[in-house]
Structures are given as C-alpha cells and as structure tokens.
C-alpha cells in the first residue's frame, strides 16, 4: 500500500491517497472549501459518498448536489468537476476501480454490463443506504489496508450492488457525432502528443473553426482543446503509475514542459504529478 497526502491550509484543502499495489485501485479522502477540481475525467470507475457538506459537481452536462447518505457514481471518461457551495466544505471519500480490474471482476462474478467502458450507470447520485453501506466497507478495506481476504470479500459485495445500477447499452448510433466531428476526436486521439492546430482541423473536416468547436462541444460537451488536454492528462497517469518521470511524461504525451505537464495535473487531479508517481510507485519525488 503506497500513499499520498496533500494540505492546503490557506484554501482548507487536503487529501490523502492510497493505492493498493495488488489491484491498482485507489482510494482517496479529502476535503475543500470552495474550489476543488477542474472539469477532468478518468480511465477508471469511480464509486464514493460525501462524508460531511455540500458537495457540488457537473457531471454528464448535469449539475449534481451530493450530501452525506447518498452513493456517487461517475463512469469512465465521464466529464466531471467539484467544488463546494457551502461554508464549511465537504469531505468525501472515493474508490477509482482500473476498468481492467473491473472486467475480470465482473467476469468472475458473472455480472453483465459492467465489463466494459461503455457501461454507464442509470443516476449519478444515488440514495440507497445499502449501496453507500457496501461503497464504506470497500473504501475501508483499501485506505485501511486490512488485508486481502477483507478487500476481496467487501469488493465483491460492492461490484454485485453496482451491477443493479447500470443503464443497458446505448444502441448503436444513438449517440453517434457528426462524421466530420468523429474525424477530429479520431485524430486527437491518433495524435495526442502533436502540436495540433484548429487550422488543420479545418482543413480536414471543411467546417469553419467557429462552427466546428460549437459541433465538437455539442457532441462531446468540451472544446477540442480541452478534450485533447484530457486524453494528454488520462494517459499522463498512466505513465506515471508505470514509474515514468513527470519530465519524461511531459514530453511522451505532449505537454511543453515538465511544469506545463503539473500546472494542468494540480488543477485536475490537486497533487502534483511527482506525488502521484511516488504513491503508484514508492519511488522518490
């Protein structure tokens, strides 16, 4: 078990982070008052509760009110930010399940639907104490490390109340972009680390450039730029988990620099990319 602690007392921030080396899933706890997270996604399945406060959130183009009591659930790459509308704050606790971890899981147990990223949950925010009870026991057995047997029974429990939450599929093309627009996500993700510009764009898809970032944010509910910054900070903690440097992530995913790589880490993730390499790796900053 490796972990991460940050604090902030001039903003009433902190965290405090863990990950279990054996299955790749982390655990995080924190608290903020005000700001505390620009709008990012994840490769993983992310399963929490609020603890204490308001907690605040965009989420699928929604704006989501969680309070103590109440399970949050937010799929992969699901779009999402936070902040607290409240004085005092909130705290919450969170599960990021590896979408890898999450198919053998489901295989293993014979839950259908929740083998791939296209699974997506039917709320965001759900009142269902049994379910918040299960995400809690989860939760505890990864940050406090008790041991595998706890993890692996409190996990299993967890997986088969989140299969009764999941939408069925969406049918095909129903949630199809635009040819021309699916063409620029395509090269985004063909070329993540390239200096792309929106005249090339253009010239690729012979819509206007204002045209084209209102058809992109309709389709995909962010700027090309700003999606392109996600799949740069999505694969950036890949990488990092993998032990690679922040210098050498900065320059493999497309970040000018190895300050321009944390600049837009802190604002996603609140830790710097050095500190969430030494928590995947335990190796120094």
Known sequence: MTNATVRDNRHDHWLVARRDAETGIEGLRAHFGGHAYDPHDHDDMLIGYTEQGVQRFQCHRSLHTSVPGRAILIEPGALHDGHAPEPGGFTYAMLYLPQPWVERAARRLDLAGLGGVESAFGSTLVDDPGLVHAIRQAFLAIYGNEGRLARDQALDRLLARLGGQLLDAPTAGSLAAPPAVAR??????????????????????????????????????????????????????????????????????????????????????????????????????
Not at 230 to 244: I, P, Q, S, V
Not at 245 to 258: I, L, N, Y
């Open 184 to 285: 620029v996500r395509d090269l985004l993700h063909e070329h993540m680390s390239a200096n792309i510009g929106l005249d090339e764009l253009v010239e690729m898809t012979g819509i206007d450039r204002f045209r084209l970032t209102r058809l992109f944010q309709r389709a995909f509910g962010t700027s090309p730029h700003a999606y392109l910054v996600r799949l740069r900070l999505r694969a950036a903690r890949r990488l990092l988990a993998a032990g690679h440097t922040p210098a050498q992530v900065a320059a493999e995913v497309g970040f000018a620099d190895q300050s321009h790589l944390g600049r837009w880490f802190r604002r996603a993730y609140r830790m710097t990319p050095a500190t969430y390499r030494r928590m995947c790796t335990n190796a120094p900053e």
